[in-house]
């Protein structure tokens, strides 16, 4: 019996994928508009917010391979209710875009974590190059993957699911 229920609950929750409570979390580090992460400055003329605190956690998000694992969430998701609403989807390729280095324009951490063995030896950095590049190059392909997916959703709904959708946030996901 534990055989074939197990079975019927694998094919139900196929069938049925239920969304990601963490997806909320994870909105509230991909979007910029959150109170902790502005930079803006009040009376005092003090700056207020820790933007850089979101450009780490969207780094450290990218170096534990979140985004690959996101896409294939996404994917799995794409076309069906489940899949995340198109606020935090906005929000998801803003953090995308801010992360990939040449748009971003900061060395970040990146850097010196790839670079800790560099410098022995006659060739370490062209090493250091095509590590570089390798890594460009990975970054690029999950950041094209994420973006692919939530095209694919959007593709995907019906003509009546897309008119009830906000026009100005499918207009800044289109800017992203």
């Not at 019996?1 to 609950?9: A, L, V």
């Not at 391979?65 to 799995?76: C, E, I």
């Not at 929000?91 to 990939?100: A, H, P, Q, T, Y």
Request: proline share 4%; glycine share 10%.
């Amino acid at each position: 019996r534990q055989g074939s229920g197990s079975g019927r609950n694998a094919t139900e929750l196929s069938v049925t994928l239920q969304p990601c409570p963490t997806l909320d979390a994870l909105g509230h580090v991909f979007n910029k508009k959150k109170v902790y992460y502005k930079s803006q400055r009040q009376w005092s003329n003090a700056p207020v917010g820790l933007p850089e605190v979101r450009s780490h956690m969207i780094s450290v998000f990218r170096r534990i391979r979140g985004f690959s694992a996101l896409a294939k969430y996404l994917d799995a998701r794409a076309g069906s209710p489940a899949f995340p609403n198109m606020e935090l989807c906005k929000d998801i390729l803003g953090g995308v875009w801010e992360s990939i280095p040449s748009v971003s324009g900061s060395s970040g951490g990146g850097g010196s974590s790839n670079s800790r063995d560099g410098n022995r030896g006659g060739n370490g950095n062209e090493v250091d190059s095509d590590a570089q590049s390798s890594k460009y190059v990975h970054i690029v392909s999950e950041s094209r993957s994420v973006a692919s997916t939530i095209m694919k959703h959007i593709l995907l709904l019906d003509e009546i699911t897309l008119k009830k959708m906000d026009t100005e946030t499918i207009k800044s996901i289109r800017v992203q």
